[in-house]
T-cell receptor
Framework: AQSVTQLDSQVPVFEEAPVELRCNYS??????LFWYVQYPNQGLQLLLK??????LVKGINGFEAEFNKSQTSFHLRKPSVHISDTAEYFC????????????FGQGTTLQVKP | KAGVTQTPRYLIKTRGQQVTLSCSPI?????VSWYQQTPGQGLQFLFE???????NKGNFPGRFSGRQFSNSRSEMNVSTLELGDSALYLC????????????????FGPGTRLLVL
């Protein structure tokens, strides 16, 4: 069975500092990988996705992630965070060919401090 | 294009009642998936509908059911509500064309927050 582990439940960081949110997955078959962000009282917004091709994926709001197949990781990074990046971030996987079902990690709360 | 819309946004029910939530997907999207979000269990997949047929199902009891109409709008129903059903219910839509990689992203609505008393 597929699973997703987000290694940090909370990540505090100062404004303009870099940040990395970690995500590991387990699957014996090919997967597609996603990062979503959820602001308070809102739904999920797609930040970026890895389907195939280049392992470095760039997303919205200056975020990027790198797919590492050997380490089964898909860590999210941003070189300089803003207060407005404070939100909950979810890593998710879906099986290639079975894209209607996303399996989510438990989420990481990013707290950006002034 | 308008995004995914969900109605109602907030709902309060009592134990034992039933509830129906509605989701209108993005125009042209044929796949609708439902998720339950709770602080304890996180985001869990409920089911997916495509062309009025349930294509995937998560590990939820039979009290949770859904359907999809010919215009791709979907409803989910929870019967005999329990306190533990209190959650944010999220709907997501996608084009649903398996094998077409660029179209497999799911777009989420704002959710319906259900409180069971």
């Amino acid at each position: 069975a597929q699973s997703v582990t987000q290694l940090d439940s909370q990540v505090p960081v100062f404004e303009e500092a870099p940040v990395e949110l970690r995500c590991n997955y387990s699957s014996s078959v090919s997967v597609y990988l996603f990062w979503y962000v959820q602001y308070p009282n809102q739904g999920l917004q797609l930040l970026l996705k890895y389907l195939s091709g280049s392992t470095l994926v760039k997303g919205i709001n200056g975020f990027e992630a790198e797919f590492n197949k050997s380490q089964t990781s898909f860590h999210l990074r941003k070189p300089s965070v803003h207060i407005s990046d404070t939100a909950e971030y979810f890593c998710a996987v879906t099986l290639s060919g079975n894209t209607g079902k996303l399996i989510f990690g438990q989420g990481t709360t990013l707290q950006v401090k002034p | 294009k308008a995004g995914v819309t969900q109605t109602p946004r907030y709902l309060i029910k009592t134990r034992g009642q039933q509830v129906t939530l509605s989701c209108s997907p993005i125009s042209g999207h044929r796949s609708v998936s439902w998720y339950q979000q709770t602080p304890g269990q996180g985001l869990q997949f409920l089911f997916e509908y495509f062309s009025e047929t349930q294509r995937n199902k998560g590990n939820f009891p039979g009290r949770f059911s859904g359907r999809q109409f010919s215009n791709s709008r979907s409803e989910m129903n929870v019967s005999t509500l329990e306190l533990g059903d209190s959650a944010l219910y999220l709907c997501a839509s996608s084009l649903g064309l398996a094998g077409v990689i660029r179209q497999e992203t799911q777009y989420f609505g704002p959710g319906t927050r259900l409180l069971v008393l």
